[in-house]
């Protein structure tokens, strides 16, 4: 245990001599004052790490003392008093103590004050690591069995769990641990989707999950009853970012269901999302409302069609629901569907779509500011969680828990940290995406890619008979062999969505309810 400076102040220190004396012995350096005045004037020139303060002295009382303590510094302090009575509790509390005893205190109840608020980052961490040491094998066993979506699911969110505890912790070493494991699982999980995503899409198969041209369909549509339903689809959303921020939804909402499913590949805006708000896969999408695609070598907006395609997957499925249908780009639109929400209760569905956290994981690449305040995994899904702390979509949500309409939060596709480029040759009219690939008489290394000869085969559009997709995995990216270097090194360490991940595919579903209801 470190050697921590304790400031004693009772107008009887010369009893607690005993006490003092064990401490000192566990290598503790302890200072005493009688008073609280002589308090306040030795930490004019001191520094403590706690301060052990009597509540019954003469002159200054402690509550007194504290209120000047906390004037002028931010040490904690352990409010000692022989009076267990409300007021003086809730006048220590309101004084902000980090902690109280009941007099007479013995040496261990002092020592297990200080443990529980000086040395707790350094209990914690020890907890945090042993634990995970031993879950590490179980994890290890659970990616080697993995055999269907749903056991993936649950590995990935046992792998979460674990990066939102260690990200607590000082120690990085453990850390480090944590994400070669997660990469293995990556590894493992890309192996299984290059094994099994083909398959899922033969008409017998029942072990496949939910895809994302089924979601509104299958998991949306049943819920909209007597009541609004709002429908928030938060751009490149991961499961992690939900799972960080679930604990201030919780606060407002009961959730009835909090699932995953899986992105089609690619995993990518134009896609996935377009998929979700149709009903089809691309290729469907191509052939029934071709003024609604726009293929990957084509300029112009690739999800500009997005509430005509609901609209058509409404007459489709013989739904009458009175529709709305919002993109929020910025915090002034936010904030003007948060003044509309009386009126949104009209609706039966209210579709909203949010574009920060995509943003996010754009400007990230090319704003240099950016990338330095999300430097990192945890430092990305922080500032997830400040954005949605201070967001016009919070305080929506906030107002919504107060009324009577079901709420869903999902999003359509997930995104990752790349490392490694790899090269990749093809024709003039070759995709530009980092993470997948589209075109025609493509070179690459097959090690690290999903090749998709027969893009039919997954419902993909074709372009012409030589037009194949290529998937990266885990934390790959490809780059050009044209100034290779300098696109291999822009890109590295940012971002991005389109291939084969556990972040990239596997994404929440959530169904939220007002509390008691």
């Known amino acids: 245990m470190e050697n921590f400076k304790i400031l004693w102040v009772d107008d009887e220190v010369d009893l607690l001599r005993p006490h003092v004396l064990f401490l000192e012995e ?32 003469p002159g200054l009382s402690g509550i007194e003392t504290l209120s000047e303590i906390k004037k002028v510094i931010n040490t904690p302090v352990v409010m000692i008093t022989k009076s267990e009575e409300e007021s003086i509790m809730e006048d220590a509390i309101g004084g902000k103590i980090t902690d109280y005893l009941i007099k007479p205190v013995n040496p261990n109840q002092i020592l297990s004050s200080i443990k529980r608020n000086l040395d707790v980052d350094r209990l914690i ?121 679930k604990p201030l939804v919780e606060q407002f909402f009961s959730i009835l269901e909090d699932s995953t499913f899986s992105s089609i590949l690619p995993t990518s805006t134009q896609y996935s999302r377009n998929a979700i708000f149709s009903g089809l896969m691309p290729s469907q999408i191509k052939k029934y409302y071709p003024q609604y695609w726009v293929d990957d070598f084509e300029k112009g907006g690739k999800n500009l069609y997005e509430e005509e395609l609901i609209k058509e997957l409404l007459i489709r499925e013989k739904k009458s629901y009175k529709l709305t249908y919002n993109k929020i780009l910025n915090s002034d639109s936010g904030k003007k569907l948060v003044e509309r929400s009386d009126e949104l209760m009209k609706n039966d569905l209210n579709v909203i779509i949010y ?90 290394d097959t090690k690290n890619v999903f090749h998709i000869e027969k893009p039919s085969e997954v419902y993909l559009p074709q372009n012409n008979l030589s037009s194949s997709y290529v998937f990266a995995s885990v934390d790959y990216f490809f780059a050009y062999p044209n100034n290779y270097n300098h696109y291999a090194n822009y890109y590295k360490n940012t971002f991005q969505h389109g291939g084969v991940s556990l972040e990239e595919m596997i994404i929440p579903f959530v169904h939220l309810n007002k509390k008691n209801e």
Do not use: C
Request: charge should be neutral.
């Open 125 to 245: 961490n020890n907890k945090v690591q042993t634990d995970y040491r031993k879950d590490y094998s179980l994890i290890s066993q659970s990616i080697n069995q993995a055999n269907n979506f749903q056991d993936w699911s649950s590995v990935y969110k046992d792998l979460i769990n674990w990066e939102l505890d260690l990200d607590k912790l000082s120690e990085e070493s453990i850390s480090e641990v944590l994400l070669m494991q997660k990469k293995e699982a990556n590894t493992s999980f890309f192996r299984f989707i290059k094994n099994n995503y083909k398959l899922w899409f033969n008409e017998n198969e029942n072990k496949r999950p939910f895809f994302s041209n089924e979601l509104l369909v299958q998991k949306v549509f049943p819920i909209i009853s007597n009541k609004p339903l709002f429908f928030i689809l938060i751009d490149n959303f991961r499961l992690d970012q939900w799972m960080l921020i």
């Open 26 to 57: 566990r290598g503790f350096v302890v200072s005493s004052v009688t008073n609280g005045s002589d308090a306040l004037d030795i930490l004019k020139d001191n520094q403590f790490d706690i301060i052990f303060l009597d509540e019954n002295m």
């Open 355 to 444: 574009n920060f956290v995509d943003f996010l994981s754009h400007a990230r690449t090319d704003v240099k500011m950016i990338k330095e305040l999300a430097d990192s995994e945890k430092s990305y899904r922080d500032l997830t969680l400040t954005w949605f702390k201070n967001s016009p979509l919070f305080e929506l949500l906030k107002i919504l828990s107060n009324k009577n309409a079901d709420v869903i939060i999902t999003t359509d596709h997930g995104t990752i940290n790349v490392k490694n480029p790899l090269k990749i040759v093809g024709e003039r009219d070759i995709s530009t995406n980092l993470r997948y690939k589209n075109g025609r008489r493509m070179t690459f």
